[in-house]
């Protein structure tokens, strides 16, 4: 049985581990709270595939055995993790429903961090396995960001997908900003030095009488962005286009 499957066969550690105390010391002087910060640590510095139960050992200086008195395996480690990681995205359940304007207003403010956690925590990005944590920080996250849209006239299912759409666009558009991020450190160059490498080759291969369109906007885009792409554009670009189809959706409710 892989540590996936004995986290999913024995859910009642899982919770426990969860929702209940994480400051407490064992024995061996370490908590919960200890170890996962020390993956954290981990991950964010050196990447997820760096993460192991003996790393986190190492980073804390004690046997590997020691951590698994107070955790059973890496699986549950990661859920720790995002857990505790989406318990930065808010200052309270209130905030995002709180901020000055309507709903959009909350709606771009809930983007925005969730962009800026995913930026400080990228592993969050290489981790997510499409089925929520059920931890007391993403159960509260949820809540936060589920108030904006309460009470506009769209059904608990619209909210719930306007909500989710929103997700995933910003974990789309932060996953192509890590990536481009990764390969600007790998090959050494910036995107606007690669632009230049390249752009006397593209203009040997694209015909533009072939590729009107293409080299038109192409090369319109690149000046822009001085890369192939600019993920924060397209996030904030996609986010406004979202909350016109959501005004429009609770326009529509109204009026029917």
């Known amino acids: ?45 050196e990447g997820i595939d760096a993460l192991s139960m003996r790393s986190v050992a190492e980073r804390l200086g004690v046997g590997t055995m020691s ?10 480690l990661i859920d720790l993790m995002l857990d505790t990681a989406y318990s930065q995205l808010y200052a309270r359940v209130e905030e995002p429903s709180e901020q000055p304007g309507d709903w959009r207003a909350g709606l771009r403010f809930i983007a925005q961090r969730n962009w800026e956690l ?10 997510t396995t499409g089925r929520p944590v059920l931890g007391p920080h993403e159960a509260l996250k949820y809540e936060a960001e589920l108030r904006p849209l309460d009470q506009l006239g769209l059904s608990d299912v619209e909210m719930d997908a306007s909500l989710t759409l929103i997700l995933i666009h910003t974990e789309g558009c932060a996953r192509a900003r890590t990536i481009a991020d990764r390969t600007q450190h790998d090959s050494g160059m910036t995107d606007a030095e690669w ?6 080759l593209l203009d040997k291969v694209i015909d533009p009488s072939r590729f009107p369109v293409s080299a038109r906007v192409g090369q319109s885009a690149g000046e822009e962005y001085q890369a192939a ?9 996609g986010l406004e286009r979202i909350l016109t189809g959501i005004a429009e959706l609770i326009r529509s409710k109204s009026s029917s």
Do not use: C
Not at 67 to 76: C, D, F, M, S, V
Not at 118 to 127: C, D, Q, R, S, T
Not at 195 to 200: C, D, G, L, Q
């Open 229 to 237: 792409s600019d993920p924060k554009h397209t996030f904030l670009f």
């Open 67 to 76: 951590l698994y008195t107070h955790i059973p395996g890496k699986a549950e």
């Open 1 to 45: 049985m892989s540590k996936k499957q004995a986290s999913a066969a024995d859910p009642m550690r899982r919770f426990a581990l969860l929702w209940g105390p994480q400051t407490e010391a064992g024995r061996s002087g370490l908590t919960v709270k200890a170890i996962v910060t020390a993956a954290m640590n981990i991950a964010d510095t």
């Open 118 to 127: 995913y930026l400080a925590h990228p592993w969050m990005l290489h981790v």
């Open 195 to 200: 632009w230049v490498n390249n752009a006397p």
